[in-house]
C-alpha cells in the first residue's frame, strides 16, 4: 500500500459521500445532508493536504520548501479555523458533520480488510511471485 491507497481512499470516499448524501436528502433532511457533504468533504480536504504535506517535505528528491510552507499554510490555518466556523455556526448538525468526517475512516477500514481477506498485501497468496526461468545453469 502507497500513496495511490490514500487517493482510492479519497476518491470513493467523495463517491460513496455523494451518493449517501442524496439518499439521507430525499429520505431525511436537506440540512443533514448538507452537513454530511461539509463534513465529509473537510475530512478529505484535510487528508488531501496531510497526503500533499508528507509528499512534499519527505521526497526522495530536493524538498521544496515553498510549497511545504504553502500547504502548512493552507492546512493548519484555514482549514482549522474553517472547520472552526463550521461547527460554531449551528447551521450544520454536529452529528451530520460527525457522521461526514468519519465517513473517510469506514472507507479506510473496509478497503483494508477487503485486501486482507483477498491476501493483496500478504506474500505468496497474491499469484505475482517471479517464476523461475528454467533451462539457464
Not at 433532511?29 to 500533499?52: M, Q
Not at 448538525?93 to 473517510?104: D, E, K, Q, T, V
Amino acid at each position: 500500500m502507497g500513496l495511490e491507497f490514500i487517493t482510492r481512499v479519497i476518491r470513493t470516499s467523495a463517491i460513496l459521500a455523494l451518493i449517501t448524501g442524496l439518499a439521507v436528502s430525499v429520505y431525511f433532511d436537506w440540512r443533514i445532508a448538507a452537513g454530511f457533504l461539509v463534513g465529509t468533504s473537510w475530512g478529505l480536504l484535510n487528508l488531501y493536504f496531510l497526503k500533499r504535506l508528507i509528499t512534499e517535505a519527505i521526497s526522495p528528491e530536493v524538498t521544496r520548501t515553498s510549497h511545504v510552507i504553502l500547504i502548512v499554510l493552507l492546512k493548519f490555518p484555514l482549514l482549522y479555523v474553517g472547520g472552526y466556523f463550521i461547527v460554531a455556526w449551528g447551521y450544520f448538525s454536529i452529528y451530520s458533520l460527525l457522521a461526514g468526517f468519519s465517513l473517510m475512516f469506514l472507507v479506510m477500514i473496509l478497503k483494508i480488510l477487503g485486501r486482507m481477506i483477498m491476501g493483496m498485501d500478504t506474500p505468496g497468496l497474491t499469484g505475482k511471485e517471479p517464476k523461475a526461468v528454467e533451462g539457464r545453469r
